[in-house]
């Protein structure tokens, strides 16, 4: 937004030249690729025949919804530990490589909102969408909360504000609105090869662990294989990723495939 800075479409072309030319480090970027990147092919997957039976398997979930995605989360270790840019950096690269990929946040807490069809949505999705070459739309970010306050938001369901929800005590109402998030889900899972999920804050936050939405609840409802970011410009990273594996609910402790050093400017060797 200043002097200098890089535009967000530029940054997702050096982010996708990056990684194409090994620009990017991702801990365990190895085992990500063998569990969520496409077969081998010559052509692209764009328009080639068979193309979801190739890649992925079809399930049933309860509610009758044929789900034929696979899904990937991207969890922090802390709010800003960098969730929302490997989002994006994720749609953008596996967009790439033929494949129907949606972003998806459950819920997301910000003031700063774009105008889609339907209504509106955060920022972080809109970018994914785009990212994911896709129309950015409601479904994306079914739940937006807008802080008019310290103790008080306004929520937007759906692209529109719901002004009884917004009214209703934060604990009283998770679980409603989880009800108009999870069919979003469903939709796009069942439309995509890929959903990229975006958690919000820490998925090891106990004291919300029966209503936290749009970390734990999504991550089961998506069978998501997921990845933790801790920013180490913070400092105590490694115990960030550790003390946020041993808080997991052990259903999805097994979940998690990798963890990320986000902003790591040493020496590599340092990691073994």
């Given at each position: 937004d200043g002097a200098g800075a890089v535009r967000p479409e530029e940054a997702l072309r050096a982010v996708s030249k990056g990684e194409r030319e090994g620009g990017v480090r991702m801990v365990g970027r190895s085992r990500l690729r063998q569990t969520f990147a496409p077969p081998p092919f010559e052509t692209p997957l764009r328009g080639s025949s068979g193309r979801t039976e190739r890649l992925v398997k079809t399930r049933r979930i309860a509610g009758g919804i044929r789900m034929t995605a696979r899904a990937l989360m991207v969890w922090g270790c802390t709010s800003d530990a960098g969730k929302s840019f490997l989002a994006t950096a994720l749609c953008r690269w596996y967009a790439d490589q033929g494949l129907r990929?949606?972003?998806?946040?459950?819920?997301?807490?910000?003031?700063?909102?774009?105008v889609v069809d339907e209504g509106e949505i955060g920022c972080a999705q809109w970018f994914q969408a785009m990212a994911a070459?896709?129309?950015?739309?409601?479904?994306?970010?079914p739940v937006l909360l807008k802080?008019?306050?310290d103790t008080r938001s306004q929520v937007v369901v759906m692209g529109q504000v719901d002004r009884e929800l917004s009214a209703m005590d934060w604990r009283g109402r998770s679980a409603l609105l989880w009800e108009r998030a999870r069919g979003p889900l469903r939709e796009l899972m069942?439309?995509?090869?890929?959903v990229v999920l975006e958690g919000a804050g820490s998925p090891a936050e106990i004291n919300l662990a029966g209503c936290d939405f749009a970390n734990l609840h999504s991550a089961r409802e998506s069978a998501a294989r997921c990845l933790l970011v801790s920013d180490i410009d913070r400092g105590g990273s490694f115990a960030h990723l550790h003390g946020t594996w041993a808080l997991l609910p052990e259903d999805l402790r097994g979940n998690l495939d990798g963890f990320i050093l986000n902003k790591f400017r040493g020496d590599p060797k340092l990691l073994a």
């Amino acid at each position: 937004d200043g002097a200098g800075a890089v535009r967000p479409e530029e940054a997702l072309r050096a982010v996708s030249k990056g990684e194409r030319e090994g620009g990017v480090r991702m801990v365990g970027r190895s085992r990500l690729r063998q569990t969520f990147a496409p077969p081998p092919f010559e052509t692209p997957l764009r328009g080639s025949s068979g193309r979801t039976e190739r890649l992925v398997k079809t399930r049933r979930i309860a509610g009758g919804i044929r789900m034929t995605a696979r899904a990937l989360m991207v969890w922090g270790c802390t709010s800003d530990a960098g969730k929302s840019f490997l989002a994006t950096a994720l749609c953008r690269w596996y967009a790439d490589q033929g494949l129907r990929v949606a972003p998806f946040k459950a819920q997301n807490m910000s003031n700063n909102a774009r105008v889609v069809d339907e209504g509106e949505i955060g920022c972080a999705q809109w970018f994914q969408a785009m990212a994911a070459r896709k129309r950015p739309e409601v479904r994306h970010n079914p739940v937006l909360l807008k802080p008019e306050s310290d103790t008080r938001s306004q929520v937007v369901v759906m692209g529109q504000v719901d002004r009884e929800l917004s009214a209703m005590d934060w604990r009283g109402r998770s679980a409603l609105l989880w009800e108009r998030a999870r069919g979003p889900l469903r939709e796009l899972m069942s439309e995509n090869d890929l959903v990229v999920l975006e958690g919000a804050g820490s998925p090891a936050e106990i004291n919300l662990a029966g209503c936290d939405f749009a970390n734990l609840h999504s991550a089961r409802e998506s069978a998501a294989r997921c990845l933790l970011v801790s920013d180490i410009d913070r400092g105590g990273s490694f115990a960030h990723l550790h003390g946020t594996w041993a808080l997991l609910p052990e259903d999805l402790r097994g979940n998690l495939d990798g963890f990320i050093l986000n902003k790591f400017r040493g020496d590599p060797k340092l990691l073994a």
